[in-house]
């Protein structure tokens, strides 16, 4: 995460000052910051916990070192510093963590070092300790522009015997440029700083309830005598961080858990990349699923009463209308049973096998919301014409009755398998709103261009397409007919260019119903 942490303190003497920030670099340190690998240049402690390998590198400045660091440094000068707004000593190059996964640098110092980043980080603290507080005082406040970034701020107190009042005034800020991710991360900002916060002031609280009871500060201050002029405050009035919570290894806490905070929020948001919006099949698909579940919730919570009439009350459905068909293992939704090879295996198959004029026929009834009867014995190869045919239809147009026993009305289905002995009404027969294709035992001579050797055996099959009102040939037709079949005769697109063809095309049908 391209942010900044940064614990901030508002000193008595000096106003809003930053005391420890932990920056990301994503480039190689800058000269000076990492330095001191080499014997004889200073001592190197490395730990590695969690994937991240954190490194405290001390060493020791010559004068003109020191000096020269002083006077290129965008912070304070050291005579505008107390012990209150100084976190690590003088010559401390700071906190450095490596993170092996990503190869992501974690530094921590007292100011930064790239001006730019010194000036935001300041105006930042400035604005979070003065002008930027939430009611009470205490608590988390968002603020920002485009130009300087954008910060979440917590402020808090700490306990201290010495100041006035007894507490002192820090927030904890993180600055970043993207509002957006900012304000998705507030929750877990809140929790994980809020959980800093709790533990420094623990901390605090020991150290302070220890020094009340050595020596109460409020009896002293009550019997100093009054005087209306004002004077210096005697002993130290600034204390810093780590005599506040008696831990000496403070800094280097406060930078293990910058360093977390700030992996782990940019790791917690991950970009997805999306094909697209959903299709409206998919969307219609989600609420059936969604529907599905609230079924099966009210039958698990009816379970029992169901086991209890099982043996007493004959089967019956729950009310909603459903296929009559045999119930062979090869007619089960989803079977897991292989198909023959008697099988359309795709819309162009399908013409191909039943000749163009045939295929414009059925499709154009298919497009039209017309029923589509099919007639034959083997019950795999309706069933694969129907799987092929709703292709050209949204997912809420598709009704689908695999094989019945008897004939089924228009309104309920518009897809209706058939036994070859099943008798059709007669003004189905002669309607113009409906297709029947009877499936019949044929020779190699059929009249379709199906060789005999065809390796799905269709050959041994002859499709007669019929309806009661014959498709003229001048008519034009659809225009997604005119589309699909200019996809299907275009030998250049394979089978699954084709299949994303048909599904623009539904969605531009869907979208513009009028053509």
């Not at 939430?134 to 306990?159: A, L, Y």
């Not at 007894?166 to 927030?171: A, D, M, T, V």
């Not at 049973?337 to 026929?361: D, E, I």
Request: net charge negative; aromatic share 8%.
């Amino acid at each position: 995460m391209n942010a900044i942490v940064a614990l901030c303190h508002f000193c008595e003497l000096h106003g809003p000052r930053t005391l420890f920030c932990t920056e990301v670099l994503h480039s190689p340190l800058p000269q000076g910051a990492g330095n001191g690998d080499s014997p004889g240049q200073g001592e190197q402690a490395e730990e590695e916990e969690g994937g991240i390998q954190m490194s405290s590198r001390i060493r020791s400045h010559s004068p003109a070192e020191g000096a020269s660091a002083e006077s290129s440094s965008p912070g304070p000068k050291k005579s505008d510093m107390c012990e209150g707004c100084r976190s690590l000593a003088a010559g401390h190059p700071g906190y450095i963590s490596h993170d092996k996964e990503t190869s992501i640098k974690y530094v921590s110092h007292q100011h930064p070092n790239h001006p730019q980043l010194f000036s935001i980080v300041r105006q930042a603290c400035v604005r979070s300790l003065s002008c930027e507080v939430c009611p009470g005082r205490e608590g988390p406040i968002f603020f920002g522009d485009e130009q300087h970034g954008f910060v979440f701020s917590h402020t808090f107190f700490i306990k201290d015997s010495l100041a006035r009042g007894f507490q002192r005034w820090y927030s904890i800020i993180a600055i970043m440029m993207d509002r957006i991710y900012l304000i998705n991360s507030w929750p877990f900002l809140l929790e994980k700083i809020r959980g800093i916060i709790d533990e420094l002031q623990g901390k605090a609280l020991k150290v302070f309830e220890a020094e009340q009871y050595g020596c109460p500060q409020r009896a002293q201050r009550m019997n100093t005598a009054f005087t209306p002029f004002l004077h210096q405050r005697n002993g130290n009035a600034a204390r810093s961080l780590t005599s506040l919570t008696s831990d000496e290894n403070l800094w280097a806490c406060l930078h293990t858990s910058f360093a977390w905070l700030l992996k782990a929020c940019g790791s917690r948001l991950t970009e997805k990349l999306l094909e697209g919006a959903p299709t409206e099949d998919t969307l219609v698909q989600m609420e059936k699923l969604a529907d599905l579940e609230e079924e099966s919730e009210g039958w698990d919570n009816s379970e029992g009463e169901e086991e209890e009439r099982t043996l007493s009350v004959p089967e019956v459905t729950d009310g909603r209308e459903i296929a009559k068909c045999p119930t062979t293992p090869s007619l089960l939704c989803g079977s897991w049973l292989p198909r023959k090879l008697s099988v359309f295996k795709s819309l162009r198959h399908m013409r191909q096998v039943l000749g163009a004029p045939s295929f414009r026929m059925l499709a154009w009834h298919v497009l039209m919301g017309n029923q589509v009867i099919w007639k034959g014995q083997d019950m795999d190869l309706v069933q694969s014409a129907f799987d092929v045919l709703r292709t050209m239809l949204p997912v809420g147009c598709v009704r689908i009755i695999p094989y019945s026993s008897q004939y089924e009305e228009a309104y309920r289905c518009n897809f209706l398998g058939l036994s070859p002995h099943v008798q059709i009404p007669s003004y189905i027969q002669t309607s113009e709103f409906a297709v029947i294709v009877d499936v019949h035992t044929a020779t190699c001579s059929s009249v379709y261009p199906v060789a005999c050797d065809d390796d799905q055996s269709l050959s041994k099959y002859e499709f007669v397409v019929t309806s009661g009102g014959p498709l003229a040939t001048d008519r034009v037709g659809p225009t997604i007919l005119n589309k699909i079949e200019a996809a299907l005769t275009n030998q250049n697109l394979s089978v699954d260019v084709v299949d994303q063809c048909l599904v623009c095309l539904k969605e531009e049908w869907m979208k513009y119903p009028v053509q």
